[in-house]
């Protein structure tokens, strides 16, 4: 039975990429800061998983949870890199803990992870490896500067990495979702977050979850959900000179996705 860890497993979408990977039958580590919820997504699955807590924001947490793959579980398979944070707003109205959170959650800890089982993966010439990333680490809009610092910096060492351990048997990817239908969209959505969240699909976690097997059966460097929003995405990555005077548009188009995406959800706005 193979092994395999998911960060951010608490709810979201690392619940749901915890549920595929029970359906296949792999014995399962879970991680996140709170109890509560790791239990609560615990007692879905067909198999007892072992949780583990850890609060990626704090080095002295992670540098543990690092010894505890390296001594306890030197047989991991699968390294799903699932948790990230993300406060939009201005770099000048986000505090400076705010901005620390993004690079120590969403960038330095998956990286250390990766680096801690990378070894005994290479040792064995087999291994997987998957980083949820974003859009945001292909195009950089407003008040999400600091989040796509973080997502540029990940999208740039899992490229590098994936070359380094494919020739060893390691597979090395990033998944590339949309905007997700989670809680924290939901507080985006109601409490000023981008509109530009919705000017596409909004997807599900099962997508991402569905995107994510398909990195670890495949092992291709960058995995998107949807497929349609990464072109436009890559489009303005590559000329991000044409986002400024297209934004207007681009919010108008994005707040009716948001108006409408609320209906949907039977949201007040009150």
Not at 197 to 209: G, S, Y
């Amino acid at each position: 039975m193979t092994k395999a860890l998911v960060t951010g497993a608490g709810g979201g979408i690392g619940a749901a990429i915890a549920r595929a990977l029970d359906k296949r039958g792999h014995s399962l580590i879970l991680v996140d800061r709170a109890a509560g919820p790791l239990d609560a997504v615990a007692a879905t699955l067909s198999l007892r998983p072992e949780t583990i807590l850890c609060d990626l924001s704090s080095r002295e947490d992670v540098e543990r949870l690092c010894m505890t793959l390296e001594t306890g579980h030197p047989d991991l398979d699968i390294l799903v890199n699932n948790a990230g944070i993300v406060v939009p707003g201005a770099v000048s109205g986000l505090t400076q803990e705010e901005l620390d959170l993004h690079l120590e959650i969403n960038l330095r800890a998956p990286i250390r992870l990766m680096r801690a089982v990378a070894p005994r993966m290479i040792a064995r010439g087999r291994g997987a490896m998957v980083a949820t990333v974003s859009l945001g680490g292909v195009i950089s809009l407003k008040d999400s500067a600091i989040y796509s610092t973080s997502k540029f910096g990940l999208r740039g060492f899992l490229c590098g990495f994936h070359q380094e351990l494919a020739p060893l048997g390691v597979k090395v990817s990033g998944v590339y979702p949309a905007a997700v239908d989670t809680p924290m969209l939901h507080h985006e959505a109601l409490h000023g977050g981008s509109v530009l969240n919705f000017i596409d699909k909004v997807m599900t976690p099962e997508d991402i979850a569905a995107a994510t097997l398909k990195a670890l059966d495949t092992g291709k460097l960058e995995v998107y959900s949807p497929w349609s929003a990464s072109l436009t995405a890559r489009f303005f990555g590559s000329f991000p000179w044409m986002i400024r005077p297209l934004l207007p548009l681009m919010e108008k188009i994005g707040e009716k996705g948001r108006q409408k995406f609320i209906a949907a959800k039977g949201f007040s706005t009150e």
